[in-house]
């Protein structure tokens, strides 16, 4: 059958209609009708040698009209529109005596889409730690059964009922691995199948604890409150609070931890505590300890006392001592330039003194740690050593009268203010003199100046450490 503009077709030399028309189908012509096609047109066929048998619908795979008693008509098999857009067909009716035919065409409407439709969405939502999803849903424009198979990426981890569209994961899925699935879900209708790319997504529950991902022991400095932050994590992603037992520890519920009041080291060096980190569902405990650094916040001191004491003639006075609470090392410096100090705080005079030219040496002593210092005036008391020898200050010529045995008195000092003049001994060599404790000098017999007129000894005084002797001559006068 062709298209034509002339009512003789092709025996009648008119032109066949191209414009819009498709014969590209064998034993199919379809025309699309448009703002141009012509008003007037006609169909022709042209019958060649050989034709004329009968066209049946198992000859030419299109479906028949059926009609019914009723007046009912219906094709077998059902059409498709892509292959004959229309069919014609006469209809008889009978009243089983007079019958009257009616010639009808019944055109094909065109039905997109021709697959099924789906009415549930693409994309479907399920929680972790269970394997239920949900089902997909399609309707044939036909009215067939739909089935459903299943395809792509996800696939081997999710059942579908073939016949029910009934999605299950072949096992629970967890949210912190995977948290989401994608599918391509086919509907098989009539015609064609119907494909829809779905994805699903898995609901995070709060299935997590907290877990701490920050030290157990922590550290702040003396003298301030500052300490730092409590870390947790929830693989959930959940918001998580904080807080703390005890009176000396405070904590926000960010997790930024405080002493409650500045620490001493001096005083305490460590607190204890327990922070809870809590998603709102499951709470989660840690024992802390915070230990206090110790700074160097206080100046040594003195432990010695401000006032020393050294025998003269030697160099050695003492040690000077500190302490440093904080327990840093100190060293001493010294003023001055007659005494002198090591770091570590041994004490000497730089030269021997002697108590009988100076008694007493001052000076200022600096205790420092390298931060902070101390001084303090210090004294170092000389002590008078038994170093001098006694000194006679009597003459060394005495005269005496004959015949008596009074002489006279031997006198010595001493420079030491340890010896006095009752701690002298005297002693005279020789028989013919005598001597006593106060240094009164005797004859042992009263002399004669005829016989003899001059006697000589050596007087020896001691103050018990140091011997001075001094010969002495005696003149006897007549």
């Given at each position: 059958m062709r298209f034509s503009t002339t009512a003789d077709g092709t025996h009648g030399g008119g032109s066949a209609l191209t414009e819009g028309v498709d014969t590209s189908t064998d034993g199919v012509t379809l025309i699309t009708v448009s703002a141009?096609?012509?008003t007037d047109l006609y169909y022709y066929c042209s019958i060649h040698a050989g034709m004329g048998n009968d066209v049946t619908a198992s000859s030419t795979g299109f479906p028949v009209i059926s009609i019914a008693a009723s007046g009912a008509l219906t094709f077998s098999p059902t059409?498709?529109?892509?292959?004959?857009?229309?069919?014609?067909?006469?209809?008889?009716?009978?009243?089983?005596?007079?019958?009257?035919?009616?010639?009808?065409?019944?055109?094909?409407?065109d039905v997109e889409p021709e697959g099924p439709v789906f009415s549930t969405s693409d994309v479907l939502n399920a929680d972790e730690n269970q394997t239920t999803i949900g089902a997909v849903s399609a309707a044939d424009?036909?009215?067939?059964?739909?089935?459903?198979?299943?395809?792509?990426?996800?696939?081997?981890?999710i059942t579908l009922d073939t016949a029910s569209g009934e999605l299950t994961f072949n096992t629970a899925p967890d949210y912190e691995t995977k948290t989401s699935?994608?599918?391509?879900?086919?509907?098989?209708?009539?015609?064609?199948?119907?494909?829809?790319?779905?994805t699903i997504n898995v609901n995070n529950l709060n299935d997590n604890e907290p877990v701490f991902s920050s030290s157990a022991t922590l550290s702040g400095d003396e003298n301030q409150t500052d300490i730092g932050s409590v870390i947790a994590t929830d693989a959930d992603g959940d918001a998580l609070t904080y807080s703390v037992t005890g009176a000396n520890l405070?904590?926000?519920s960010a997790g930024v931890l405080t002493f409650a009041s500045a620490p001493d080291y001096e005083t305490t060096t460590s607190y204890t505590g327990t922070v809870t980190v809590t998603d709102g569902l499951t709470p989660l405990t840690q024992d802390i300890t915070v230990n206090v650094n110790n700074l160097n916040d206080n100046?040594?001191?003195?432990?010695?006392?401000?006032?020393?004491?050294?025998?003269?003639n030697q160099t050695a006075v003492g040690t000077v001592t500190g302490s440093d609470a904080d327990g840093d090392s100190y060293t001493f410096t010294i003023s001055g330039s007659e005494l002198a100090i090591t770091s570590a705080g041994v004490l000497t005079l730089v030269s021997a003194p002697d108590y009988e030219t100076k008694t007493?040496?001052?000076?200022?002593?600096?205790?420092?740690?390298?931060?902070?210092?101390?001084t303090q005036d210090i004294t170092v008391n000389i002590n008078d050593i038994d170093d001098n020898a006694p000194a006679f200050t009597s003459s060394a010529s005495l005269s005496a009268d004959e015949n008596q045995t009074a002489i006279g008195t031997v006198i010595v000092t001493d420079v030491d203010t340890l010896d006095t003049s009752s701690s002298f001994t005297f002693a005279v060599s020789g028989?013919?003199?005598?001597?006593?404790?106060?240094?009164?000098?005797?004859?042992?017999?009263?002399?004669?100046?005829?016989t003899k007129t001059s006697y000589t000894t050596t007087i020896t005084a001691s103050d018990g450490a140091t011997l001075q002797h001094k010969a002495l001559q005696f003149l006897l006068i007549t």
């Open positions: 141009d096609t012509p059409p498709d529109f892509e292959k004959l857009a229309s069919f014609s067909a006469k209809i008889t009716a009978s009243d089983g005596e007079i019958s009257t035919d009616q010639d009808i065409q019944v055109e094909i409407i424009p036909f009215g067939a059964v739909v089935t459903y198979a299943i395809s792509g990426t996800d696939a081997s981890s699935y994608e599918v391509v879900i086919t509907a098989a209708g009539t015609i064609t199948n119907t494909e829809q790319v779905l405070s904590i926000t100046d040594p001191i003195f432990t010695s006392d401000a006032t020393f004491s050294a025998n003269e007493s040496y001052t000076a200022t002593v600096t205790i420092t740690d390298g931060v902070n210092s101390l028989s013919e003199l005598a001597i006593d404790s106060d240094g009164v000098l005797t004859f042992t017999s009263a002399p004669d100046y005829e």
